[in-house]
């Protein structure tokens, strides 16, 4: 009984905790984003990763942000990057069922408004850009999870939330 019990907890183990970065895996993300400066600005974004390496990932990521400046009009941004991360769990030995990574964006925000008064201050431009990431994700099986990110730069600053699939 003892030995069934141990053969039941190591494939309910091995199954939970099979879930970090590997070559070849697809991942994607989809959620809630909180871009640039302010707290009442959220957004949507959704990004694809693939594994390159067991420690390595290249995605590519959009996000939609929209805001109400009460009496001075709408604002909507959008914003694409191509990114790269390192997945530091085997390094640290961080538990499979966890996935911590850093890295690097590349991409391009598109900003657009219709201030209705023409002192109103231009916060955005819309151009290139480079930003830096830290994130996490916890996996509840070997398909999905959460997500958390902080971002900083010009392409993504701020943050997101949301869900992953793994495929």
């Not at 191509?82 to 964006?105: K, L, V």
Request: glycine fraction near 14%; proline fraction near 2%.
């Amino acid at each position: 009984m003892k030995k069934l019990l141990l053969c039941a907890v190591v494939a309910v183990s091995a199954s939970a905790f099979g879930q970090r970065a590997q070559k070849g895996d697809v991942q994607l993300n989809a959620g809630i984003a909180f871009p640039h400066r302010y707290a009442d600005n959220v957004g949507l974004y959704a990004g694809l990763d693939y594994g390159i390496h067991n420690d390595v990932t290249l995605g590519v990521e959009a996000r939609f942000g929209s805001k109400n400046h009460h009496n001075h009009g709408d604002e909507r941004w959008f914003g694409l990057g191509f990114n790269g991360n390192y997945h530091f769990n085997r390094i640290m030995q961080i538990p499979n069922n966890w996935d911590f990574y850093a890295g690097a964006t590349v991409g391009f925000n598109a900003f657009s408004h219709d201030h209705k008064h023409d002192n109103y201050p231009d916060w955005h431009e819309s151009g290139p850009g480079v930003s830096a990431q830290v994130g996490g994700r916890y996996f509840f099986n070997n398909n999905f999870g959460l997500n958390a990110e902080a971002n900083v730069g010009n392409v993504f600053n701020g943050g997101k939330f949301g869900i992953t699939y793994k495929f």
